[in-house]
C-alpha cells in the first residue's frame, strides 16, 4: 500500500515536472511573440494564464519553477530587467491565483485579491522602471502626446488647415495630455481588474476542458450592485474631499479618479443589465454585440447605462425571471 502511494506521488511528481516545462515554453512564446511582434502585443495581458493553470492542477511550487525557468530564458532574448517586467512580475498575481483556487476560495474572493496583486505589481514594475532603467512613464507618456501634437502640426500643414483650427487641435492634445497623466492610477486600477477577470476566465476554460472541476465566475448579466458598496463609493469620495481639502493629496487627481472609477462600476452595472435582459429575449449575437458597442461608445448610451446601473442597486430591474433554457 506505502508503495503504491509512492508510485503515485512519484507519478504525479514527474506529470507535474513535464507539464511545468511545457508551461514554461508557452510562457517564453507568448512573451517573445508579444514583445517582438507588434500586432501580437497583447498576448502580453495572458502571460499570467498557463501559470493559474499549473498552479491550480499541481500547486504553487510547479508555478514558481515555470515562471522563475521562463523568466531565465526570456533574458537570452532580452535583458533581465525586460524579462522581470514582462515576465516575472506579472507572474505574481497569478500564483495568487493559483493558491486560493487550489484552497477552493469564491471566484469574486480570487478577483480581488489578484487584483490586489496586479495593482501592486504594477506600482512595483513603475518603480523599477524609474529606479533601473532611469525611465519616466508619465514623462514618456506626455512625450509621446508632444510628438502626437508635432505630427499634427505637420500633416496639418500640409493639408492648408487655418491657424485657429491647429491652435484648437493643439489646445485638445494638451488636455488630453494632462488628462492622461491625472487618471493613471483609475487605469491602473482598471487595468489589474480586466487583467485578473480574463486570465481567471481563460484558466478556467482550459482546466474544464481538461477535465478539472473548478468554479467559474458567474456571467456577467448576473453582476449586480450592492448598497454596500454604494456606500463604499461615497465613503471614498468622502475621504477624497477630507484629504484634499487638508492638502494632504492633490485634490483634483484624487476626486477625478474617484468620479471615473464610481461612474465606470455604474456603468458596468447597467451593462448587466441589459446583456441579461438580451440574454432573457435570446437575441442573436451579432446583434447583441452591436447594442452594446452602441451604449458603450456613445454618450447617450452611456448616460443611460450610469443610470441604469444606480436605479439597479434600488430597484429590482430583473427580477431574475426564468430565461427558458437560454445559454449562460
Known sequence: MINEVMVLNINRSTKGLTESAIITAVICVLGIAGMYIPFLGMLLFIVPTPLIVIGK??????????????????????SPVTSILVIALPGIPALVTGVLMRRKIL?????????????????????????????????????????????QEYMYSIMGVNSESLEQANEMMKMLSDMVVVIIPSAIIMAAFFSSYVNYTLATYILRRTGYKVESLKPFRYFKLSKSALRG????????????????????????????????????????????????YK??????????????????????????????????????????????
Not at 500547486?59 to 515555470?66: A, E
Not at 492638502?247 to 441579461?276: C, K, P, R, S
Request: charged content about 10%; cysteine-free.
Open 283 to 328: 437575441i442573436n449575437k451579432p446583434l447583441k454585440v452591436v447594442v452594446m458597442v452602441f451604449l458603450v461608445l456613445t454618450k447617450v448610451g452611456g448616460m443611460v447605462l450610469l443610470i441604469t446601473g444606480i436605479l439597479d442597486i434600488f430597484i429590482d430591474i430583473r427580477k431574475y425571471k426564468e430565461e427558458n433554457g437560454a445559454n449562460p
Open 107 to 151: 471566484p469574486y474572493y480570487i478577483l480581488a485579491a489578484t487584483t490586489i496583486a496586479g495593482i501592486g505589481v504594477t506600482v512595483f514594475s513603475f518603480f523599477i522602471a524609474s529606479k533601473l532603467l532611469g525611465v519616466s512613464i508619465i514623462d514618456n507618456m506626455q512625450e509621446m502626446f508632444k510628438q502626437s501634437v508635432n505630427i
Open 57 to 78: 492542477k499541481y500547486g504553487v511550487k510547479y508555478s514558481i519553477m515555470s515562471l522563475v525557468a521562463a523568466s531565465v530564458v526570456m533574458i537570452s532574448f532580452s
Open 233 to 280: 463609493i461615497m465613503v471614498i469620495a468622502l475621504l477624497s474631499m477630507v484629504a484634499g481639502y487638508l492638502n494632504i493629496v492633490d485634490q483634483e487627481v484624487l476626486i477625478t479618479n474617484v468620479y471615473l472609477l464610481g461612474q465606470l462600476v455604474f456603468i458596468i452595472g447597467g451593462l448587466a443589465v441589459v446583456a441579461y435582459y438580451l440574454n432573457y
